[in-house]
């Protein structure tokens, strides 16, 4: 599985931006999906989760009300909708892909995006 994060940028706090992940090469609706983020001197931390099915999500308590993870299998695609933005988001985040629902090590990676919210 290729995975190509997008729509990362620079937002002042209490802005939305919504982050989009396009899979190609296998057969996405069979792959749990998550987003990783890693802060600078931080290390990569998983913010949310979801199922191949949709029906279950996870996500960390720091982003819980404010971020949204949902899939459109029908176009490859994962999405994590953020909004009330933090300067705290400020990130590189990362999709990533597996069979198992939040496994120990998720099998693909996309690149990485860069978020950046200032105050």
């Known amino acids: 599985v290729q995975l190509q994060a997008s729509g990362g940028g620079l937002v002042q706090a209490g802005d939305s931006l919504k982050l989009s992940c396009a899979a190609s090469?296998?057969?996405?609706?069979?792959?749990?999906m998550a987003w990783f983020r890693q802060a600078p001197g931080k290390e990569r931390e998983l913010i949310a989760a979801?199922?191949?099915?949709?029906?279950?999500?996870y996500y960390v308590d720091s982003v819980k009300g404010r971020f949204t993870i949902s899939r459109n299998n029908a176009k490859s695609t994962v999405f994590l909708q953020m909004n009330s933005l933090k300067p705290e988001d400020t990130a590189i985040y990362y999709c990533?892909?597996?069979?198992?629902?939040?496994?120990?090590?998720?099998?693909?990676w996309g690149q990485g995006t860069q978020v950046t919210v200032s105050s």
């Open positions: 990533a892909a597996d069979k198992s629902y939040r496994p120990k090590e998720y099998e693909y």
């Open positions: 090469g296998r057969t996405f609706s069979s792959y749990a």
């Open positions: 979801i199922t191949w099915s949709a029906f279950t999500t």
